[in-house]
């Protein structure tokens, strides 16, 4: 089983519907990320959490919001979609200090289209 | 603000050929550095990574890194290519110590390998 899992993979909705993506983790890392990849842009952060209580605002936080169930899940919603939130959202982890400090686990990705 | 540049959108090489990668990063205080590989359908996985000292990085799958301050350049290279090889390549930066895990990604770079 992949150590960070993203519920759907794929989603199509259309405008104004209200999205969540889901993300779970086994691998007992306190930081978890949401990133949305957009051909030619690369990833960009949409929040991140470092544990239960903290979250925080990444580049691109406008339209979304975030919900750090337990140390191990963490939600992504999309109140209103709308079409240019089109992309690939990504989750991922990462230990907080250490030596793999930095390396970033990702998720397989959820493919999202708003018509 | 920190940010990178992957001045190659898209690479063709032949099999066997060796390759390079190019990376250029701004960053105020001394970088830490990434290369992320993601093949298709999958999440991103860490090639290799620079946080200080020897200034050419291993990394897994026979791919090297170089870090060049005077150059703000970390490009990636690899002797000989496989056909396994062709994947998207993303360069990134970040401040681990002072700011946790938060990496800024390049727009990446697509590789293809013809036989």
């Known amino acids: 089983d992949a150590d960070v899992t993203q519920t759907p993979r794929n989603r199509i909705t259309k405008t104004g519907k209200r999205i969540m993506l889901e993300c779970s983790q086994t691998k007992g890392h306190d930081r978890m990320y949401w990133y949305r990849q957009d051909p030619g842009l690369g990833l960009r952060l949409i929040y991140y959490?470092?544990?239960?209580?903290?979250?925080n605002k990444g580049e691109i936080s406008d339209g979304y919001s975030v919900s750090r169930q337990a140390q191990a899940k963490f939600s992504l919603s999309l109140e209103s979609a709308i079409p240019n939130q089109t992309a690939l959202y990504f989750c991922?982890?990462?230990?907080?200090?250490?030596?793999?400090?930095?390396?970033?686990?990702f998720g397989e990705g959820s493919r999202l289209t708003v018509l | 603000a920190q940010s990178v540049t992957q001045p190659d959108i898209h690479i063709t090489v032949s099999e066997g050929a060796s390759l390079e990668l190019r990376c250029n990063y701004s960053y105020g205080a001394t970088p830490y550095l990434f290369w992320y590989v993601q093949s298709p359908g999958q999440g991103l996985q860490l090639l290799l990574k620079y946080f200080s000292g020897d200034t050419l990085v291993q990394g897994i799958k026979g791919f090297e890194a170089e870090f060049k301050r005077s150059q703000s350049s970390f490009n990636l290279r690899k002797p000989s290519v496989h056909w396994s090889d062709a994947a998207e390549y993303f360069c990134?930066?970040?401040?681990?110590?002072?700011?946790?895990?938060?990496?800024?990604f390049g727009g990446g770079t697509r590789l293809m390998v013809k036989p």
């Open positions: 990134a930066v970040g401040d681990v110590v002072n700011a946790g895990n938060m990496l800024t």
């Open positions: 959490s470092f544990d239960v209580k903290d979250i």
């Open positions: 991922a982890t990462s230990e907080d200090q250490g030596s793999r400090a930095g390396e970033l686990f």
